[in-house]
């Protein structure tokens, strides 16, 4: 795919409505690969989960990133209706979405630490770049333009494997997964809200290999 292709296809998902929540660690999850995520989204109820089906303790996370604050599972605010994880692609995915022309799966929870929503998106696709789909969360979270949300996504994309990368407004970061097999995976967390965070670039950093850690 040329760079103008590349550009163009994470364009257009920006236009697709990505469901996104959050989840909560449990303790046992299929190996990060194209194939074990999507076995595990497959398996998550079409209107989402109450605990994540991935192994994250957001507790030990904060313990070892050197946090403060009470973490757990869902939201600040938990109206008890809204799930905690969720599940996309697979065998969900529909004909011309990015998950259907790139094959694989996206498991999305929802933690809080203090009174920050902390969101982790974990995805995974057969061919690069796992990662674009999530250019409208990465928009939403970060507060940026379509156009910043595509040059951060070329920066992930093109970081090695463990590298934490983090977008302009320090609540959002990601790092490229070391894979079970072939494919490409990436790890998204956003932390508050863009302006409204607790967390400062290095804390957010800090927490995202904390939790990279959990899943490989």
């Known amino acids: 795919m040329t760079h103008l292709r590349h550009r163009t296809a994470i364009a257009a998902a920006l236009t697709t409505v990505v469901l996104v929540t959050g989840c909560q660690g449990t303790d046992a999850a299929a190996p990060i690969s194209p194939d074990g995520l999507t076995e595990t989204a497959d398996g998550m109820p079409d209107d989402g989960a109450s605990a994540c089906p991935l192994p994250y303790d957001i507790a030990e996370a904060v313990k070892a990133a050197g946090l403060e604050g009470e973490a757990g599972p869902g939201p600040v605010q938990d109206d008890g209706d809204t799930p905690v994880a969720t599940g996309e692609g697979g065998k969900r995915a ?62 992930a994309t093109a970081a090695e494997a463990g590298e934490v990368i983090t977008t302009t407004s320090g609540n959002v970061t990601s790092v490229r997964l070391e894979l079970d097999g072939d494919g490409d995976a990436a790890l998204l967390v956003g932390a508050g809200e863009a302006g409204d965070t607790s967390l400062s670039r290095k804390q957010a950093g800090d927490l995202t290999e904390e939790l990279a850690s959990q899943v490989q």
């Open 94 to 155: 529909e004909p011309g979405e990015p998950l259907a022309e790139n094959p694989g799966a996206l498991v999305s929870c929802t933690f809080h630490i203090g009174q920050d929503d902390v969101r982790v998106h974990t995805i995974a696709t057969r061919k690069p770049n796992a990662i674009a789909p999530l250019a409208p969360v990465i928009s939403s979270l970060a507060g940026s333009s379509a156009d910043d949300a595509i040059g951060y996504i070329d920066k």
